[in-house]
């Protein structure tokens, strides 16, 4: 059962705000041994609350695809859901609150600008509980926070990438064997990616050279495009990006020069169908639908949950069919032995 | 003659006011109809009613001898009256033609018949001896040309009634003569005119009536060749006005300002004043003549300290003042009464007793380390509203909020309350009323005869003619005659003032 | 009592332009299908409905009355300020800075330097380029103040993605200020901060400045008409240096406050464009520094009650920024009402 206690927190703020009308009176202390009269609403029906961050719901990336997971849940789990839009970095704090005061049982905070929020938030209110998505918080008895094993996503494409390049199974190819990441910036999560793909292309194709730019901003599509162009003009034909909003200049620039590129985070290939052969997932929808099911079922467990290929927190999406079979195979073999432990991947970026 | 128009008992109030009392006036078909008064004596509320752009609350009017009613302008456009606003109503991008037609414009569906306009518009303005180019564009046209095409509009619509609202406020002299020929034309043709004026000289030399009003009443009804300026003046104001003031001899002082050599240049770097020189004694005025633009507004602003002199010097009380700004000048005690009211003179959007401080604000007793006391302020504004008997005297009130007769006198209130030893006042008078010209008129003798200093730029030669100790008179930047008041008349003045005399003598400017 | 019915005229044209534009914000809530008397009802409930929620109101309103001063009090002088925005990102960074490299000083001082390293940074961002370039080129303050803007925003993201600001980690934000640096809180467990009374002290002070001092006084004349203040003996240009500062300086002060008392560090691109809705506010409140905080008070609600409705009643948030959308075009076009107004008095009189 989930206790709530609305009524004595807003007796409480009352109380103070009077009191700081008064003349700067020291604010009340709370332990008043009060209790809410409001019980706890019957029943079983689990209510989550989401708070995306500055983004928005049609980021196409991270709130998106929170939003997917709560939706699933809500009808594959028969939960309540609701979602709050932030518009602005001091949103943050009233959201999370609202939700707990109304007696939300879990509220989502997607992104780590909200990471500092989520703390605030969560040692007001010890009987609702948090999940952070993307950053880590430890130590707090009712927040999760949800990390994922980038990496072995990074691994899987740079797997696919190397064996395409091997076999030249792809049309268009200029056979220099030579492929780019463009990174947005050189930040852990980014880095994450691109190790497994440089791990991932030389496990496989131990000759094929692997270019690495760092565009520099996660929010310059022109500035993606043109390196892109560049690196395309160096000889690489298939560009993995790692760079948020920048990334969608690089896919254009493959488009126009007839080249493919690999998505990230969610499955991009809607961008440019015959260019994104693949993306590198991050399964942000996978790991709220978890968290939330780990609620219902009362297996809450709070600090740091790990999403990596075996709990299906990370992956690929399905490639074009221009991919050949085989690899794809070849492939899905690599992703077993990963998960069965018999290939490790790297975190940190070789140069 | 048959009369058009009848206004039968026509009364209008507005909150506070009664604008229009009982007034009755007729029209004849080919008269022009002066209606005289001061500012607020309800002439423009009259005409508004007229114009259906107000209805009466009571009273009614007449056409042709059968009553009408009109609840909107365009009522009164189709029963043939046409009026042409103090303000034009002119988009000026447009052509001419097209300004006239809009509205009504020839052509079929959505397609205007820019040729067909053209040639409806050049023939109207031959049949009414109005020449102008349908063609030209609006924004091109002198004032004088806009305003024809004001009338060509209301002709267009087939007015038979012309209401001119203060037509020559905006015009000069000779654009004034012009459309008084244009007027005689049309009443010679049938068209009746409404005439709304204050100016005493216009009406009489123009108008086959005058109406008086008065405090929204009509006082009388007279004939030019049966009344005089001096009887019309006294019926606008209600009592017996000083239209020629008398200036009493005054022992003269010593110079109070002595400008030598004074050049100072346009804004295009050209030269507007060349090389003049004068000076100015205490209990004189001196007054400049000239047609506008010869270098008047530049000079009393360099003198003001409102535009640097590029040579010469201006000695104020015997001090060097050249190269003095404009606050240090009028501390020092030169009042300067700037031509432009609404503009320079006055911030509208202040109050009074704001604008009463404009230039010592940040003074004792007004002000003490850059707070304002507002208490002195509005007691001083509240005596000094009082003293120059500006109405109303109310320190809160707008500038705006003030007719522009009792704006001057703020303005008057505001550069004279400091006591000046020197007063620049450029076009003091314009576009005021009888009561108030009188006003100013009064004001500046009464400086004169407590031994101040007055400048006088005016291009009312009469007003220069009748208040200056000495005349001078200028002409493309330079002093082109300074004359005695004695030896200065009309006929000279008016010689030099368009550069009629080939030279005019150097020393007569300068040695004063 | 002339003036006082005809201030009650000035507040009833923002009033109905508010009232009308959550009239059509009701009309657009039922074309898109949702029922706007709940929808509105979770909007006042979300504003004002809990303490919780006054406080969250109040919170967001502090930066609005702060900016939206600032750009009243250039809008007095006659300068069109849309720079607020920049003024007040330079203040944050200032702020910021002093609150985490100053060290050493008790609280009250640390936090009156760091307030005082937000007016300075607010007011030269307004008064140095923008202010001297109008003062002496005549270069336009509305070009001038938005290109100054975005130089504050690439300023923040220079100093916060990688750049001397960024905190240890790769999240682009600067150190925490230190505690000595924090603005108490007002209410516990809220973001109102004692930067309430900060922003209820500026509009005293901009009052007192633009009504009661010799400066404001020549501010308003340069603002009314600059021809009669030079006429006057005003120095104009120097007046609009100081004119844009001293704007510049509110909202330098607005950063600094949102620093002090609700982030405690500087996020890359913090804010909802405060310096820009002050602009409405400013417009809304006619310029005047009391009807600025009621007027900043009334986008605050707004916002605090945008999210309450989204989560209670499901509404997108979205569409308060339509409502919000409709109040500025009907604040911009507030002739259009007053016209309506005329009209309805001279139904009435030709009724009578």
Known sequence: MVRRRPALVSLLLALSLVLAACGGAPAAKTGSPQQGQQAASGGKTIRVGLVTDVGGLNDHSFNYLADQGLQRAKTELGIQGQVVESHNQTDYIPNLTNFAQQGYDLVIAVGFLMTDAVKTVAKQYPDTKFLLIDDQIEGMPNVASAMFRSEQAGYLVGALTGLIEKQHALPNLKGRDQVAVIGGMKIPPVDAYIAGFQAGVKAVSPQTKVNLVYEGKFDDPTGGRE??????????????????????????????????????????????????????????????????????????????????????????????????????????????QIIDGQIKVPATVSQ | MDEVLRLRGITKRFPGVLANDRVDLGLLRGEIHAVLGENGAGKSTLMKIVAGMLEPDEGRIELDGRPVRFSSPRDAIAAGIGMVYQHFMLIPVFTVAENVVLGAEPGRGLRFDRREAEREVRELAERYHMEVDPAARVADLSVGLQQRVEILKTFYRKARIL?????????????????????????????????????????????????????????????????????????????????????????????????????????????????????????????????????????????????????????????????????????????????????????????LAENLALKRYFLPPLARRGWIDRRALWSEAKGRLEAYDVRPPEPGLAARALSGGNQQKVILARELGSDPELLVAYQPTRGLDVGAIEFVHGQILRLRGEGKAILLVSLELDEVLELSDTVAVMHRGRLAAVFPAGEADRERVGLYMTGGRERAQEEEGAGR | ??????????????????????????????????????????????????????????????????????????????????????????????????????????????????????????????????????????????????????????????????????APGYTPVSPDIRPSAFLPLLVPRTQLSAGLFIALGAAVIAWLILERTTLGYRMRAVGFNARAAAYAGIDVAATTVLALGLSGAFAGVAGAVEVLGVNHRLYDSFTAGYGFTAIVVALLAKNDPWATLGAALLFGALSTGASYMQLSAGVPSQLVDVVQGIIIFFIAADAIIAWLLRRSRNRKEVAA
């Open chain 3, 1 to 166: 009592m002339r003036g006082a019915t005809g201030r009650w005229r000035a507040a009833l044209i923002p009033l109905l332009a508010v009232l009308l534009s959550l009239l059509i914000g009701a009309v657009v809530m039922l074309a898109s299908g949702y029922n706007p008397l709940p929808a509105y009802a979770a909007l006042f409930v979300g504003a004002f409905g809990t303490p919780f929620n006054i406080a969250t109101t109040l919170a967001h309103s502090v930066p609005l009355m702060l900016t939206g001063l600032g750009v009243a009090v250039a809008f007095r002088s006659g300068l069109f300020n849309i720079g607020a925005e920049g003024q007040f990102w330079v203040g944050s960074i200032a702020t910021t800075w002093v609150g985490y490299a100053v060290g050493g000083l008790p609280p009250a001082l640390h936090v009156a330097l760091a307030l005082l390293a937000g007016a300075v940074a607010g007011a030269l961002w307004g008064a140095l380029v923008p202010g001297l370039l109008k003062a002496y080129t005549g270069a336009h303050e509305v070009i001038t103040t938005m290109m100054m803007t975005y130089v504050a925003i690439q300023l923040s993201h220079f100093l916060l993605e990688g750049g001397p600001m960024q």
């Open chain 2, 163 to 351: 209401i001119l609202d203060e037509p020559t406020a905006a015009l000069t002299p000779q654009e004034a003569r012009e459309l008084f020929q244009v007027m005689r034309n049309l009443a010679g043709q049938g068209i009746s005119i409404l005439f709304i004026s204050h100016k005493l000289d216009e009406v009489l030399e123009v108008a086959d009536r005058i109406t008086v009003m008065r405090h929204g009443r009509t006082v009388a009804t007279l004939r030019p060749a049966e009344t005089s300026e001096q009887e019309l003046a006294n019926l606008m104001v209600g009592r017996a006005v000083q239209l020629t003031s008398v200036r009493p001899p005054v022992e003269r002082g010593p110079a109070v300002l002595e400008v030598a050599d004074l050049t100072v240049q346009r804004e295009d770097g050209r030269p507007a004043v060349q090389g003049v020189g004068f000076a100015i004694h205490a209990g004189e005025v001196f007054g400049i003549a000239g047609v506008e633009g010869n270098g008047q507004a530049e000079l009393v602003e360099a003198i003001a300290g409102l535009r640097p002199a590029a040579a010469g010097r201006i000695r104020f009380l015997g001090r060097d003042v050249t190269a003095w700004d404009a606050r240090r000048r009028a501390l020092a005690g030169i009042a300067y009464v700037p031509e432009d009211r609404v503009g320079t003179g006055l911030v509208m959007g202040f109050t």
């Open chain 1, 227 to 336: 390196v892109a162009l560049s690196q395309i003009a160096q000889g690489s034909d298939i560009l993995f990006h790692v760079a948020g909003g920048t990334g969608t200049g690089v896919i254009k620039a493959a488009e126009s020069q007839g080249v493919y590129a690999i998505g990230v985070d969610a499955d991009q290939n809607y961008l440019a169908p015959q260019t994104v052969i693949t993306s590198a997932l991050k399964r942000v929808d996978v790991a709220t639908f978890d968290v939330i099911k780990s609620v219902r079922d009362g297996t809450f467990q709070p600090g740091v949950h790990w999403f990596d290929l075996t709990n299906d927190g990370v992956g690929y999406a399905k490639p074009v069919a221009a991919v050949p079979q085989s690899i794809v195979r070849q492939v899905e073999q690599i992703r077993q």
